[in-house]
């Protein structure tokens, strides 16, 4: 059974810094792309970063430069680094977990239940 339980959020004014973990069970964290996820409310849910299983990082979106993803395949968890942070990264954040198919498309078909992240002076 494949289980993704995030930790880290909280409450950090502007300019501070946070680490995310999340802890992974079941067989998938070898083969899968793990990523973090964020949505505020009345937004979409957006990709922030996502690893491959060979530790290749991409952030398609806003947080190039300020967030750093990595992976630990000893404790099979991912991690998010998060500095220089801004009002508008407060969101609730979700790991997720997937197979990448040959185009590079990656289903993500598991989910953590998410953490709060408030960015608020």
């Known amino acids: 059974q494949v289980q993704l339980v995030e930790s880290g959020g909280g409450l950090v004014q502007p300019g501070g810094s946070l680490m995310l973990s999340c802890a992974s069970t079941?067989?998938?964290?070898?083969?899968?792309?793990m990523g973090w996820f964020r949505q505020a409310p009345g937004k979409q849910r957006e990709l922030v970063a996502l690893?491959?299983?060979?530790?290749?990082?991409n952030y398609p979106g806003t947080a190039a430069g300020r967030f750093s993803i990595s992976r630990d395949y000893t404790q099979n968890a991912i991690y998010l680094q998060m500095n220089n942070l801004k009002p508008e990264d407060t969101a609730t954040y979700y790991c997720?977990?997937?197979?990448?198919?040959?185009?590079?498309?990656?289903?993500?078909?598991?989910w953590g239940q998410g953490t709060q992240v408030t960015v608020s002076s």
């Open positions: 997720s977990a997937g197979p990448m198919n040959t185009t590079g498309w990656v289903s993500w078909d598991y």
């Open positions: 079941g067989n998938i964290f070898s083969t899968y792309v």
């Open positions: 690893v491959t299983s060979r530790g290749s990082a």
